[in-house]
Each structure stands twice: as structure tokens, then as C-alpha cells.
């Protein structure tokens, strides 16, 4: 007497093929997502560079001037018998807005700096994602087709298994 397989339910093999059929689109969808909203974030990153380098230049401009303007206000003549030190000349009222323009310039600095390290920051981790991304497609695209191909085969067979069981047995 050959052994008989023990077929309790064909539904649960149907459920199965039926969740790997969603897994699979919504595993598309969602590096489909994720892909889009990294490109979104370097798109912006690029903007934020693109900001920060025309406020650097405009800060530096705004510097130029205003130490152009706090020199000209100076005494002639020379300028150390006024003043002691050339640090007490750069501490008078007049070099000021040159204090607040070199402040300006340097946040811009920084944060152009914080914009540039946070953008290759994104673009090397999308290289990685990217990697494993292609995996996944790889095996979303020809390996669970695949999968859900031999899991249809193995229904079919096991459907007229039981039907030719069932026949016989009754």
C-alpha cells in the first residue's frame, strides 16, 4: 500500500499564493515610494546648496562693503598713535555692522557646510539602498513569479490528488 499524502486544506495554499501576490506589490510600491522621496530629498538638498552658496556670496559682498565703508571712516593719518592697539582700532562703532557681516558669513559658511555633508550623507546611503533595492526587484520580479508559479503547479496537482482520492474513495 504507497502512502497517501495528507491534504487538509487546499484554501490555505490559495491564502498563501493570494498574500504573496500582495506582499509582492506592495513591496514594489514601497520601493517604488522610497526611491521617489530620496530623489525628492536630494532635489531639495541641491536647492538648500544652491541657497546657501548665493548667501555666502551675498554675505561676502555685504562684508566687502561694509569693511570698504569702516575703513574709510577711520582717522587719516597714522592710525596707531590714535588708537593703542589695531584691536582697539576693529573695536570702534564703526567696524560694527563689519563684526555683524563677518558673523552673517560665517553662519552662512556653516550652514552650507551642514547642507554639503548632509547631502552626500543621503547620496551614499541611496547608493546603498539602491544595492539592495536591485535585490529586491531581482527577487520580487523573477524569483516570486517563480515561487507563486511552482505554488500554482503544486494547487493544481494536489486539487486533482484529492479529486481522484475522493472519486476512488467514495
Wanted: glycine share 4%; charged share 30%; with cysteine.
Amino acid at each position: 500500500m504507497s502512502p497517501s499524502a495528507n491534504v487538509l486544506s487546499l484554501q490555505a495554499l490559495v491564502d498563501l499564493r493570494a498574500a504573496l501576490l500582495r506582499f509582492v506589490a506592495e513591496a514594489q510600491k514601497s520601493a517604488e515610494q522610497t526611491h521617489l522621496e530620496t530623489q525628492r530629498t536630494l532635489e531639495w538638498l541641491d536647492q538648500q546648496k544652491e541657497r546657501w552658496q548665493g548667501e555666502e556670496r551675498r554675505r561676502l559682498d555685504l562684508l566687502q562693503r561694509e569693511t570698504t565703508a569702516a575703513v574709510s571712516k577711520q582717522p587719516r593719518g597714522n592710525r596707531l598713535q590714535t588708537y593703542a592697539t589695531p584691536r582697539d582700532l576693529v573695536n570702534t562703532p564703526e567696524w560694527e555692522p563689519v563684526r555683524r557681516a563677518t558673523s552673517s558669513l560665517h553662519e552662512a559658511e556653516e550652514q552650507l557646510g551642514q547642507v554639503r555633508r548632509c547631502a552626500m550623507a543621503v547620496h551614499t546611503a541611496g547608493i546603498d539602498y539602491e544595492r539592495e533595492q536591485k535585490r529586491l526587484s531581482v527577487l520580487l520580479a523573477v524569483e516570486m513569479p517563480k515561487a507563486i508559479a511552482l505554488l500554482d503547479r503544486i494547487i493544481i496537482e494536489l486539487t486533482a490528488y484529492t479529486n481522484i482520492r475522493s472519486a476512488g474513495g467514495s
